[in-house]
């Protein structure tokens, strides 16, 4: 991360006075834009492009080949590893439970870290952990809209599509697809290879490889056999009511 801010940078960008251009802070060929307003001791490797209106907070270390588009927010302690690429109006929040209780009553900020390969979509939130680090793995593509709460862990090469909301401290294997405003419980854990269908509910754990839809969520063959069978009780009611009337068993009403 050697290197200096490009020559002719926007006279709009708010650099710190506290030495952001210097070399241990911003690398080469890194470009920022009108707007931005980057906070001392934050770090920015090289080939990255930070757009407009972007908020770098300090203790933010963002690695090389890293594209951050317009109005994202990254507070403190969040990691960015190579060639990650975040959405415009991404925010990495900083204000819930920001802090973990150790021994003796201390307190001790959580990280958030994205790594590398990893795709942010435009208007997701990532909060930062609240007992552990909220993590995002290598190669993850996260859709737009997307809520990932306090403490969960993505692991890596997952796809998780528009409006999907995963609540705090679950934990998600490799491989794992969740289809669009899928929801998932707090605690909860994903295995490897898992897909789980749109507009799903999951609220119980789920084993390795397997697939799962409906609302509470359930293996999806049980779940297509109870909607078969939902199907076809207009015409089981039908017969029950022709019975009922060959044996004289139904009333007046």
Known sequence: MSGVLPDGLDPT?????????????VGPRTRIWAFAHVLPGAVI???????????????????????????VLIWDLVTIEDDVFVGPGVVFTNDLRP???????????????????????ANATVDRGALGAT??????KIDNLVQIAHNVQ???????????????????GNYVVLAGQAGIGGHLKLGNQVTI???SGVMTDVPDGEKWLGAPAQPDKQFKRQVI??????????????????LGLKSKE
């Open 13 to 25: 960008v708010f650099v710190h006075s506290h030495g952001l251009c210097e070399s241990k802070d």
């Open 45 to 71: 490797g090289a080939d990255c492009n930070i757009c407009d209106h972007v908020f770098v907070e300090t203790g933010a270390r963002i690695g090389d080949h890293v594209t951050v588009k317009n109005g």
């Open 99 to 121: 802090r973990a209780r150790i021994k003796r009553g201390r307190e001790a900020l959580v990280p958030t870290l994205v790594k590398a390969g990893a795709t942010i979509g």
């Open 135 to 140: 993590v995002i793995g290598k190669g993850t």
């Open 154 to 172: 993505i692991g890596e090469h997952c796809i998780i599509i528009a409006q999907v909301g995963i609540a705090g401290s679950a934990k998600l």
């Open 197 to 199: 269908c749109a507009q």
């Open 229 to 246: 069978a939902i199907q076809r009780l207009p015409g089981l009611l039908k017969k029950v009511a022709r019975w009922e009337k060959q």
